[in-house]
């Protein structure tokens, strides 16, 4: 009989991605993976350490999880305690001193290990602690996507880690170096996906646009090139990817916003801070006017480009000028959605021990502020798509009889009632409502068209 494993995952897409690979690789040792941490025989935290108070966090679910095992012991049964991902890394053997309970503690870069490390606690090891940074690659030795059902839209991590040291950041001492995976195995790996569903992929890297895998003509690719070749991929609608840095905008990957109809016309594209010294100070290595010049190339080849962005607000030194020079940032460029956050220190970063730190009231007046102004802008985007017919990958059914939801090209999530439909179609929408963070919207005549089609969407 199988065991069960659930894995509860924390953070960003990439994590979703690796608990998703987590469980292909135990899958072929005996393990299921199941919903509910109920009846698990394995529970593993994929944790991230971008949050405030990550750490506690973990730590305090952590000691929940452990109450859990008593009451099984208690009933003579079992549970074994994982730990994975950015909190794992960062605390290694430190986590077991604190919960000295906890099984199993892995790191990002060696997941490929964990039948072994789950072997090694059956023969009687306690508290594995695996937070190598190896010379092996985890993704040549973990199986491909097979473990679970792969929707509509389906994620594929295509590069790990960073070089370029915001000064706010832990990802390059969690994640450690870039790494870019090989062009053949990500063509590989999105051929399996779009042969079990997927018709969206978003291709996925903590800076993905440093991309420069191996090509299978043995020269490095960029990620527009890796993007072209995905394109040709049968059966395959809409390619996006996320996260990117400004400063790897490179002319080709500009240029295929406009030349890729499968590239969708959606961008995440951080800036954090709109003013030249706090970009300094974080060692972004860009200015506020860079980013301006990005976009306007950007909007030039994709006029109809929807843009997101990240912000931190009250980083170390943000003067009052600062910080409107944020504001004017936002109100030139125009966000279709953003995600802003108050500063707060992560331990072990440069920025953690500067000096001139904000006071936590400003702080959260100047987040009140940007956050209004963002908000504002989504509704605009939204309410601007009412009364436009738009191409809608359906992706699962909503609470509602008869409901599917979907996205648009842009990202936004639309509402809609089509009974006959199903996940993995794409059918033309008239988008009736907004709200500020989805759509309503009603079908155009059935029957819809099942195989791809050519998106257009401006
Ligand atoms: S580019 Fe992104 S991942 Fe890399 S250090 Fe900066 S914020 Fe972190």
């Given at each position: 009989m199988s065991k069960?494993l659930?894995?509860?995952?924390?953070?960003?897409q990439?994590?979703v991605?690796?608990?998703?690979?987590?469980?292909?690789?135990?899958?072929?040792?005996?393990?299921?993976?199941?919903?509910?941490?109920?009846?698990?025989?394995?529970?593993?935290?994929?944790?991230?350490?971008?949050?405030?108070?990550?750490?506690?966090?973990?730590?305090?679910?952590?000691?929940?999880?452990?109450?859990?095992?008593?009451?099984?012991?208690?009933?003579?049964?079992?549970?074994?305690?994982g730990v994975?991902?950015?909190?794992?890394?960062?605390?290694?053997?430190?986590?077991?001193e604190?919960?000295?309970?906890?099984?199993?503690?892995?790191?990002?870069?060696?997941?490929?290990?964990?039948?072994?490390?789950?072997?090694r606690l059956?023969?009687?090891?306690?508290?594995?602690?695996?937070?190598?940074?190896?010379?092996?690659?985890?993704?040549?030795?973990?199986p491909?996507?097979t473990?679970?059902p792969?929707?509509?839209?389906?994620f594929?991590?295509v590069?790990e880690g960073?070089?370029?040291?915001?000064?706010?950041?832990?990802?390059?001492?969690?994640?450690?170096a870039?790494e870019?995976?090989?062009?053949?195995?990500?063509?590989?790996?999105?051929?399996?996906?779009v042969?079990?569903g997927?018709?969206?992929?978003?291709?996925?890297?903590?800076?993905?646009?440093?991309?420069?895998?191996?090509?299978?003509?043995?020269?490095?690719?960029?990620?527009?090139?890796?993007?072209?070749?995905l394109?040709?991929?049968?059966?395959?609608?809409?390619?996006?990817y996320?996260?990117?840095?400004?400063?790897?905008?490179?002319d080709?990957?500009?240029?295929?916003?406009?030349?890729i109809d499968?590239?969708?016309?959606?961008?995440?594209?951080?800036v954090?801070?709109?003013?030249d010294?706090?970009?300094?100070?974080?060692?972004r290595?860009?200015?506020?006017?860079?980013?301006?010049q990005i976009?306007?190339?950007?909007?030039?080849?994709?006029?109809?480009?929807?843009?997101?962005?990240?912000?931190?607000?009250?980083?170390?030194?943000?003067?009052?000028?600062?910080?409107?020079a944020?504001?004017?940032l936002?109100?030139?460029?125009?966000?279709?959605q953003a995600?802003?956050?108050?500063?707060?220190?992560?331990?072990?970063?440069?920025?953690?021990?500067m000096?001139?730190q904000?006071?936590?009231?400003?702080?959260?007046?100047?987040l009140?502020?940007l956050?209004?102004?963002?908000a504002?802008?989504?509704?605009?985007?939204?309410?601007?798509?009412?009364?436009?017919?738009?191409?809608?990958l359906?992706?699962?059914a909503?609470r509602?009889?008869?409901?599917?939801?979907?996205?648009?090209p842009?990202?936004?999530?639309?509402?809609?009632?089509?009974?006959?439909?199903?996940p993995?179609?794409?059918?033309d929408v008239?988008?009736?409502?907004s709200?500020?963070?989805?759509?309503?919207?009603?079908?155009l005549?059935?029957?819809w068209?099942?195989?791809?089609?050519?998106?257009?969407?401006?």
């Amino acid at each position: 009989m199988s065991k069960k494993l659930f894995i509860k995952t924390y953070g960003c897409q990439m994590n979703v991605y690796d608990s998703a690979r987590m469980a292909d690789a135990l899958v072929p040792h005996g393990y299921a993976r199941v919903d509910r941490s109920d009846d698990a025989d394995l529970i593993i935290l994929n944790t991230c350490h971008i949050r405030e108070k990550a750490a506690e966090k973990v730590y305090s679910e952590l000691g929940r999880l452990r109450q859990m095992r008593e009451r099984r012991r208690a009933a003579g049964g079992d549970l074994t305690i994982g730990v994975a991902g950015c909190v794992a890394q960062a605390e290694g053997e430190a986590m077991l001193e604190r919960a000295p309970f906890v099984d199993l503690v892995v790191g990002p870069q060696t997941y490929h290990r964990l039948p072994e490390l789950l072997h090694r606690l059956a023969r009687g090891s306690r508290g594995v602690v695996d937070t190598d940074f190896p010379l092996e690659s985890k993704f040549d030795l973990l199986p491909g996507p097979t473990s679970g059902p792969v929707g509509a839209s389906a994620f594929l991590t295509v590069q790990e880690g960073c070089d370029r040291f915001c000064t706010f950041c832990v990802v390059p001492y969690t994640r450690g170096a870039e790494e870019s995976r090989p062009a053949a195995a990500v063509l590989a790996e999105a051929r399996q996906l779009v042969a079990a569903g997927a018709r969206e992929i978003t291709l996925l890297g903590q800076n993905v646009n440093a991309y420069h895998g191996e090509g299978p003509d043995g020269r490095s690719w960029s990620l527009a090139r890796l993007i072209a070749a995905l394109a040709g991929q049968e059966g395959l609608a809409r390619i996006r990817y996320t996260t990117s840095h400004p400063r790897d905008m490179t002319d080709d990957l500009i240029d295929a916003h406009g030349a890729i109809d499968k590239l969708m016309p959606f961008l995440h594209l951080p800036v954090q801070s709109g003013s030249d010294a706090v970009l300094e100070a974080m060692n972004r290595r860009h200015r506020a006017d860079d980013y301006r010049q990005i976009v306007d190339r950007l909007r030039m080849a994709r006029p109809d480009l929807a843009l997101s962005s990240d912000f931190i607000v009250g980083f170390p030194g943000e003067s009052e000028a600062d910080f409107r020079a944020t504001m004017a940032l936002v109100q030139e460029i125009g966000f279709a959605q953003a995600f802003s956050f108050k500063y707060s220190p992560r331990p072990g970063t440069p920025a953690a021990s500067m000096r001139r730190q904000v006071k936590d009231a400003i702080k959260r007046e100047r987040l009140a502020e940007l956050q209004a102004l963002l908000a504002a802008q989504a509704t605009a985007f939204n309410q601007a798509t009412v009364g436009r017919v738009l191409p809608v990958l359906l992706e699962h059914a909503g609470r509602h009889d008869g409901q599917m939801v979907g996205r648009t090209p842009y990202l936004q999530p639309v509402h809609l009632q089509a009974p006959d439909a199903r996940p993995g179609m794409l059918i033309d929408v008239l988008i009736e409502d907004s709200q500020p963070h989805s759509l309503a919207g009603a079908t155009l005549a059935a029957p819809w068209p099942e195989p791809q089609r050519r998106e257009a969407c401006a």
